[in-house]
């Protein structure tokens, strides 16, 4: 049985329209495939940053504290002997990297306040 030509057209346009439908579907999965992996070495790159930081914490050539290290300058209180103790110096940020606060904390006395208080 011969097709017409407009058939065969149709069939051939239909054909066509299937391969195109079929390349943009694979092109989707590879662009999301690009991105997954992307987002992986980007989060790969961030953990190797922070493993190099941590490196870099634990090679810095300050003192390690083994034993109790005597402090010249005179104590003002207990907490910041124990600071001075384990290496820290006026002026520093308390944390690991000293961002943390400089200032002591103030202290401030409330009268009448306290373990049974009413």
Not at 23 to 29: D, F, H, L, S, V
Not at 40 to 46: D, L, S, T
């Amino acid at each position: 049985e011969e097709l017409s030509d407009l058939h065969k057209t149709k069939v051939a346009e239909l054909k066509r329209e299937r391969e195109i439908k079929e390349i943009k579907e694979k092109a989707e999965k590879l662009q999301k495939e690009r991105e997954r992996l992307q987002k992986e070495r980007e989060e790969q790159e961030e953990r190797d940053r922070q493993w190099a930081k941590i490196q870099e914490r634990l090679h810095r050539e300050e003192p390690v504290i083994t034993e109790r290290q005597e402090v010249d300058t005179p104590l003002e209180n207990k907490g910041t002997e124990l600071l001075r103790r384990m290496g820290w110096r006026d002026g520093q940020g308390l944390g690991s990297d000293g961002q943390g606060i400089r200032d002591p904390v103030e202290l401030q006395r409330r009268r009448g306040a306290g373990l049974g208080y009413q």
